[in-house]
Structure formats: structure tokens, C-alpha cells
């Protein structure tokens, strides 16, 4: 099992829509929650930071993390077709040398229509 | 642009065969770390440096090795290669070791193994 498991869809909305993009894990330890868009041959790009519980708002985005069921998600509002990419959630965990190796989820594809 | 730079962006090469990857991370970050995306393992963490030193090995093979440079810059080796090393091989960068710190991801080097 991963440690990380992420629905890799893909996911087909109207423009418009809400978008909500799902993760879950396993490891206790992962104390830091990131959620990463990549276009199509790109590499990733950071979209919204989360340490420990909790929700964070920045425009269009928001990001929620329960440490208690081990879920995080990401909600997009007035989708775009600027949107359609795939999104990455990442994990950390604290202390010593974890600090820097993130543990990704497999990607969801993402795609808005006009 | 993330200010990572990554060279080069594709390489076609045979089984058996040597290849060095490089990339220059944002001014004035410290840590590098190499991933590698393939279609069924995802994103995968390889190995982290800081200032020249190894401070964390995610499942790189034993056939690949890593280093940073005095000016920062970073090269991937990887040798005896293999069909299955066909994938996508992303840098990273960040300022510090710290959960907290943003790893800004390069273009990637897309390695294809014939």
C-alpha cells in the first residue's frame, strides 16, 4: 500500500464548476501538506502550503487538512480551463532528514471545459 | 519560470549506457533534491543536498549516484541503464532543509532508455 494515495481520475468539469481533488495517507509522522499543479510538460509548481490542521484560502483555492482521518483535499471554485492540469498533493514529515523529501500522491488530471 | 534550470531536456540513449543529468538551482537556495515521474510510480524522491552534503536518499538504485558541486549545481548519474529508467528526472530547489521551505521544481529531463 502507498503511503500516499490520490485518485488519479481523470476528473471532466464545465467551466464554472467545483472542483474538489482528494488525498489520503497513512504516515502518522507527515506533518506538512502541499498541493502542486503540472502542466503538460512542465514541472510542478507549488499551489497552496498547509502545516499541520486546519484550512487555508488564497483566491480561488482552498486547501483543508484532517490529521484525525489522515485526508487532506483541495477545492478549486470558478473553475478554469486555465485549470486543467494535473494536481499533485505532497507530503513531509518534521525532524531530521524528512524534512526535505516529499511524498507525492500519483496525480489527478484535470480537465475544464468551456 | 521557477529560476531551476535543468539540461538537457531530452536524452535518447541505449541500454547499458552512462548519462549525466544537470541542474542549477534558484540563486541563492542551498538544497537541491532529484526526483524521478514515471507513468506507474508517480513522483518519486531520489536523494537531497545541502551545500554539498547528502542529507537524505529516497529508493535511488544502486546504479545511481548524485553529487553537488562547490558552486551549487547539481548532476544525477545514472549508468547500466535500463528500459525501466525511461521516465521523467526533475531537480529541485529550496533555500534551506526546513518543512517550510518551498521546493521550486525545473522543466525536467525526459530520458528515454532504447
Known amino acids: 500500500q502507498k503511503e500516499v494515495e490520490q485518485d488519479p481520475g481523470p476528473l471532466s468539469v464545465p467551466e464554472g464548476a467545483i472542483v474538489s481533488l482528494n488525498c489520503t495517507y497513512s504516515?502518522?509522522?507527515?506533518?506538512?501538506f502541499m498541493w502542486y499543479r503540472q502542466y503538460s510538460r512542465k514541472g510542478p509548481e507549488l499551489l497552496m502550503y498547509?502545516?499541520?490542521?486546519g484550512n487555508k484560502e488564497d483566491g480561488r483555492f482552498t486547501a483543508q487538512v484532517d490529521k484525525s482521518s489522515k485526508y487532506i483535499s483541495l477545492f478549486i471554485r470558478d473553475s478554469q480551463p486555465s485549470d486543467s492540469a494535473t494536481y499533485l498533493c505532497?507530503?513531509?514529515?518534521?525532524?531530521?532528514?524528512?524534512?526535505?523529501?516529499?511524498?507525492f500522491g500519483q496525480g489527478t488530471i484535470l480537465t475544464v471545459h468551456p | 519560470d521557477s529560476g531551476v534550470t535543468q539540461t538537457p531536456k531530452h536524452l535518447i540513449t541505449a541500454t547499458g549506457q552512462r548519462v549525466t543529468l544537470r541542474c542549477s538551482p534558484r540563486?541563492?537556495?542551498?538544497?537541491v533534491y532529484w526526483y524521478q515521474q514515471s507513468l506507474d510510480q508517480g513522483l518519486q524522491f531520489l536523494i537531497h543536498?545541502?551545500?554539498?552534503?547528502?542529507?537524505a536518499k529516497g529508493n535511488i538504485l544502486e546504479r545511481f549516484s548524485a553529487q553537488q558541486f562547490p558552486d551549487l549545481h547539481s548532476e544525477l548519474n545514472l549508468s547500466s541503464l535500463e528500459l525501466g529508467d525511461s521516465a521523467l528526472y526533475f531537480c529541485?530547489?529550496?533555500?534551506?532543509?526546513?518543512?517550510?521551505?518551498?521546493?521550486?521544481f525545473g522543466p525536467g529531463t525526459r530520458l528515454t532508455v532504447l
Open positions: 529541485a530547489s529550496s533555500a534551506g532543509t526546513t518543512g517550510t521551505d518551498t521546493q521550486y
Open positions: 504516515n502518522s509522522a507527515f506533518q506538512y
Open positions: 498547509t502545516y499541520s490542521s
Open positions: 505532497a507530503m513531509s514529515a518534521a525532524g531530521g532528514t524528512s524534512y526535505g523529501k516529499l511524498t
Open positions: 540563486s541563492g537556495d542551498l538544497s
Open positions: 543536498y545541502y551545500n554539498g552534503e547528502e542529507r
